[in-house]
């Protein structure tokens, strides 16, 4: 065996105490879901493994410069050190400690990166009116480019959402599928529902919601990932004025938005 063939083999360890809260089984495998700390792949936690060392230096390495970050009230840079997945989770939990240090500007532009990067929203939107209602002008969400765009938009116009589910879709059940997400493009409304919705949902029916929307009731238009997203606060949609379509699957959608 060469040099270059060489198999670095590293030290096995137990996996750390302060790990086990977060361990979380998929299948037969264990997986740990702490924020700093977001295995791709199993631990063991009742023996000493390679897999437990990779987790344990990813969480002592973030963890300095987390607390320095949390000590100096940099809150950005907690956002790059932090995973995609937990960065909203993180934010749920600290979000009255972000507003108090940081004030309207801040926190609104924190907030808005935070909503704009949610892939699956249905598990966290209980928790967004709360945190938006928080500070005095959630317009701040948007940026200078956004706001001059939000300022062209008509007083009322129709807005799509992309969803999916097993059900089909009726007057009762329509407020299940209401979300805060929404946007005036058609096009990129069909791709979510046909492309993204059904990930998450392993669903049935691909759905396509749209509402005639007032532009006060619009929190903040997001297009900076050419989403053209409309952000509403969906416990306030009157599911009576929803409309509907099932849509087919469609495969030539695929990488249109890639």
């Known amino acids: 065996?060469?040099?270059?063939?060489?198999?670095?083999?590293?030290?096995?360890?137990d996996l750390l105490p302060v790990l086990y809260p977060f361990l979380v089984r998929n299948g037969e495998e264990t997986y740990v879901r702490h924020i700093l700390s977001w295995s791709n792949y199993p631990v063991y936690p009742f023996e000493k493994s390679?897999?437990?060392?990779?987790?344990?230096?990813?969480y002592r390495g973030k963890k300095e410069e987390y607390d320095e970050y949390m000590d100096q009230k940099d809150y950005e840079s907690v956002m790059v050190l932090l995973d995609k997945q937990t960065r909203i989770w993180w934010f749920i939990q600290n979000y009255k400690k972000v507003y108090k240090?940081?004030?309207d500007e801040k926190y609104y532009e924190i907030l808005s990166e935070n909503l704009t990067y949610v892939d699956n929203h249905d598990q966290v939107r209980k928790y967004?009116?709360?945190m938006i209602s928080l500070g005095s002008n959630p317009h701040l969400m948007m940026s200078k480019k956004e706001r001059k765009q939000f300022v062209k938009l008509p007083e009322t116009f129709t807005i799509y959402r992309g969803t999916s589910s097993n059900t089909k879709?009726?007057?009762t059940n329509i407020k299940k599928l209401l979300g805060n997400s929404w946007t005036n493009d058609k096009k990129i409304s069909e791709w979510f529902s046909q492309?993204?919705?059904p990930k998450y949902r392993g669903s049935k029916y691909i759905i396509l919601l749209n509402y005639q929307v007032e532009k006060s009731e619009i929190i903040s238009y997001f297009t900076e990932r050419n989403e053209k997203e409309i952000f509403l606060d969906y416990t306030k949609i009157d599911p009576t004025k929803v409309k509907w379509d099932i849509i087919p699957p469609r495969t030539d959608l695929d990488d249109e938005l890639e």
């Not at 065996?1 to 360890?13: A, G, L, P, Q, R």
């Not at 390679?50 to 990813?58: A, G, L, M, P």
């Open 1 to 13: 065996m060469s040099m270059n063939d060489k198999v670095i083999k590293f030290k096995k360890e």
């Open 195 to 197: 492309n993204h919705s």
């Open 169 to 171: 879709p009726n007057s």
């Open 50 to 58: 390679e897999n437990n060392t990779h987790v344990n230096d990813e």
């Open 128 to 130: 967004y009116s709360k």
């Open 101 to 103: 240090d940081l004030g």
